[in-house]
């Protein structure tokens, strides 16, 4: 199942979506944890032919591109470089490397260091807590990033929300945030973010007769979300991911290239 990759798209259908960006495609990859890709180099060349076959606006990475060591990146960056669209990312909470064994604190604040640099190498767009503004034409749209944040204690929470909107002013607000339990613990009814894209759960890497494993640990483990609050129809979709942690295996759950197309609502 690893060795499965797929492609599944999903339009947002808003009526917040500016005329401009009616048709506009994204590409969501998430939780590369690429020591599973090592050795598999023809499997992610797989992967990027997948993206670039898409023809994205843009991609978005919601973290992970880690499991535990930022050495892990190198000898595939060649290929990720291979990414013809824009790429914005995220951090997950892999990619702070605390499932390592460091000598120090230092040792550990160099390697997350590493891990952001190589995205630089890559050409990303690191959005750690920040947002930016998309365009077309007079229509614009915020792309927003935060830091990993989790309802969960066993994953540390670093973003702050507050400091990545500051300006975010844009009629359609696009939020990357890599767990999804912040979804509904702070941005849902809390902001007027219209579409949160998250992973993490990788959906447990596993699916048997319909049965998620997953769901006993994630309200909302995998696909599309959406609820109306006050501040409108708010959209969350959950990335399966593409790597693995654990145990080397999918079953039942392929990786999972998203293709997210926003249309306006008339």
């Known amino acids: 199942g690893r060795e499965r990759?797929?492609?599944k798209e999903t339009d947002i259908v808003s009526a917040a979506v500016p005329e401009g960006f009616d048709g506009f495609r994204m590409v969501q990859i998430s939780d590369l944890h690429l020591r599973s890709f090592s050795g598999r180099q023809k499997s992610?060349?797989?992967?990027?032919?997948?993206?670039?076959?898409?023809?994205?606006?843009?991609?978005v990475f919601t973290g992970d591109l880690v499991t535990s060591h930022p050495d892990e990146i190198a000898p595939l960056a060649e290929i990720l470089g291979h990414i013809e669209a824009p790429v914005y990312s995220v951090m997950g909470n892999h990619d702070y490397c605390p499932y390592n064994r460091w000598s120090s604190a230092a040792e550990q604040l160099e390697a997350v260091r590493e891990v952001r640099e190589w995205e630089e190498r890559l050409?990303?767009?690191?959005?750690?807590?920040?947002?930016?503004?998309?365009?077309?034409?007079?229509?614009?749209?915020?792309?927003?990033?935060?830091?990993?944040i989790s309802a969960m204690r066993q994953?540390?929470?670093?973003?702050?929300?507050?400091?990545?909107?500051?300006?975010?002013?844009?009629?359609f607000k696009i939020l990357l945030s890599h767990d999804p339990t912040f979804w509904r613990a702070g941005v849902l009814g809390a902001t007027d973010i219209d579409l949160t894209l998250s992973g993490h759960t990788h959906n447990?890497?596993?699916?048997?007769?319909?049965?998620?494993?997953?769901?006993?640990?994630?309200?909302?483990?995998?696909?599309?979300?959406?609820?109306?609050?006050?501040?409108?129809?708010?959209?969350?979709y959950v990335n399966d991911g593409l790597g693995e942690t654990m145990f080397p295996a999918r079953i039942g759950v392929p990786g999972e290239i998203s293709v997210i197309c926003l249309r306006r609502k008339n």
Do not use: C, H
Not at 123 to 148: F, H, M, P
Not at 160 to 166: N, P, Q, R, V
Not at 208 to 217: A, C, D, F, K, Q
């Open 44 to 59: 992610l060349e797989r992967v990027v032919d997948k993206i670039n076959a898409q023809r994205p606006d843009i991609v």
């Open 123 to 148: 050409g990303w767009t690191l959005l750690d807590y920040r947002n930016v503004k998309l365009a077309r034409g007079a229509a614009e749209i915020s792309l927003i990033g935060v830091q990993n």
């Open 5 to 7: 990759f797929v492609v």
């Open 204 to 236: 447990a890497q596993l699916k048997l007769l319909g049965w998620e494993p997953s769901r006993l640990m994630f309200r909302e483990n995998s696909g599309l979300y959406r609820e109306e609050t006050a501040s409108g129809l708010q959209y969350l």
């Open 155 to 171: 994953f540390a929470s670093r973003g702050d929300l507050g400091k990545a909107m500051m300006g975010a002013d844009a009629d």
